[in-house]
């Protein structure tokens, strides 16, 4: 499958939206020179191609206890996006990266208890077969965080679509 097109309109409209994802579809058009219909349009043509959602990001002080946890994975080489897939499978698993370095992957959640944590790193992830070595981390101080940049939600309210 080819990569959408984006156009120069679709780029100034990303960017609008993703700036104020609440501005009218009104003002999009008056600012970019363009009618409701046409942006209307793209937002919904976007949508629909997967490159743009609308949700509401919570901020990490939602969970009165929850903690962002890192889980960094060493697996077999030959096979890190096979297991990329399956952790990114496992429930309350909300991002899976695969990496350079020591790990291969790194896999991110939030946790209330470091049971939960034990749990998807020793009893879950460390015994997929291929997976050799895991580490985990919990930021215990979030200096900054863009929530455009990476979404991370409760695992009760995972969308099963992404």
């Not at 700036?19 to 020179?33: F, K, P, Y």
């Not at 946890?69 to 897939?85: M, S, T, Y």
């Not at 009893?123 to 919990?138: A, F, N, P, R, Y």
């Amino acid at each position: 499958m080819a990569a959408p097109q984006l156009d120069a309109l679709d780029q100034q409209l990303i960017d609008m939206l993703a700036s104020d994802a609440r501005v009218s579809n009104r003002r999009i058009a008056a600012e970019l020179g363009v009618t409701e219909g046409t942006v209307r349009g793209r937002i919904k043509r976007l949508q629909q191609d997967g490159l743009i959602a609308f949700t509401a990001i919570t901020g990490f002080e939602m969970g009165k206890r929850a903690k962002l946890a890192f889980i960094n994975v060493q697996v077999d080489v030959h096979r890190v996006r096979e297991l990329a897939q399956v952790i990114a499978d496992i429930p309350g698993i909300n991002a899976v990266l695969i990496t350079m370095g020591e790990f291969n992957i790194t896999a991110m959640c939030l946790i209330d208890e470091l049971e939960a944590l034990v749990e998807l790193a020793s009893d879950k992830i460390l015994s997929i077969d291929g997976v050799h070595h895991v580490e985990t981390s919990i930021a215990v101080k979030t200096v900054k965080y863009n929530a455009r940049m990476a979404k991370i939600t409760r695992p009760e309210v995972i969308d099963d679509d992404d």
